[in-house]
């Protein structure tokens, strides 16, 4: 049985990302919509599909990532002219 939204350690283990990189995405607004369900914060699987698209969205084709460019970080192109 799916219950429909997992605990923010599950979706990290899940997406091969540790909790403090989660909790950084938080920071930045990057991390999936997250619901308080009592004492509990979950990431329903809705939001967890919905980010996984915007993080697909955001690659280029040439592997290059548009984040790097929102974070005034020079992108590894830019960096090697």
Not at 32 to 38: D, K, S
Not at 53 to 64: A, N, Q, V
Request: proline residues 5%.
């Amino acid at each position: 049985m799916t219950t429909g939204a997992t605990s923010i350690p599950v979706f990290c283990k899940a997406h091969g990302i540790s909790r403090a990189h989660f909790y950084n995405l938080m920071k930045r607004g990057e991390a999936p919509r997250t619901l308080v369900c009592g004492r509990r914060r979950l990431v329903s699987d809705d939001a967890a599909a919905e980010w996984r698209r915007s993080m697909e969205d955001l690659t280029l084709p040439s592997g290059e990532n548009r984040l790097a460019d929102q974070h005034g970080r020079r992108t590894p192109k830019e960096e090697r002219t």
